[in-house]
């Protein structure tokens, strides 16, 4: 299993929040772009240093050596047969706003997105990505709240113009990845800032972009019932019309949303081993569609 340790050579074992926390007490106040408050810890495993015992074959009698060629046959064959333990790439984000802040964790396999916050004790979401659709599991209800991809049909605005800007400020890299930070503007109005390394785990960009646009048209639905005046052209483009923008330079290690919330990535492990049973959808729960709770 490997573990990414997010290195950028700061001398922290998590330099980018060391990085931000600098940048913090240079401008003096805090702003919605902080960097984490938490430094997660990470744990080393050693290896015994005592020396392997011989290994003892007892040849000498015929019978007892059959049985043991028979044995260690039958153990390699049922280790060739049994499927091999369920993995995952396992991220961890610390996400902080106005209301304070709290853990989120994703576990991404070629077939699953799951994300849940803290412990998942109040519920998790699951994204079924070869069928394209998205559960939102509520514990405290018992419920299965089921939501299909689909075409947007909502119209975009008349004007209707997405841009890009490059801030030049030099970043740390992560793991080795070049992290720069860009500005996504919407009609000149700022919607997000991304701080993207290009090419760091491209398989988790692959399940986030299907997630994001599984749900653009049930978002779209959305703001087609929202009156214009409350309409904004940000969240059309964030969540129907561009909603994998923030992905289109590398994994965003650190997101700020025009409201001043940020999320950033504090660790992740590929190879993780975890339980299949994360990605069910429980059978005793009771379905529910969006149409039926609008």
Known sequence: ???GDLKTGLGSPLPYVAFWK???????AESAEEGMKK?????????SSAPPRPLRLLHHHPITARLWILTAGALLLAACNSAPAPSALSLSFIESGPEGER??????TGDYL??????????YILFD?????????????????????????L????????????APEPLPAVDGKVVTHYRLLTNGERCADVYAADGLL????AALREYHQALAAIQGEGQARMPATLQSVCDLAEFVFLPARHLEFGFPVRQVNRVGVTRQLVDYRTGMPIKATLFEVPKDYRQITPSGIR
Do not use: C, W
């Open 129 to 153: 990505r070869r069928a394209g659709t998205v559960y939102s599991i509520s514990h405290s209800d018992r419920t299965v709240l089921t939501v299909r991809s689909g075409p947007v049909t």
């Open 114 to 123: 799951r994300i849940e916050d803290g412990d998942a004790a109040s519920g």
């Open 1 to 3: 299993m490997n573990r």
């Open 103 to 108: 853990p989120l964790r994703m576990l991404v």
């Open 22 to 28: 600098e940048r913090r007490g240079r401008r003096g």
């Open 155 to 166: 119209t975009p605005p008349r004007r209707f113009q997405n841009t890009v800007a490059r």
């Open 202 to 205: 491209p398989e988790a960009v």
């Open 39 to 47: 430094i997660f810890q990470f744990s080393a495993f050693s290896a």
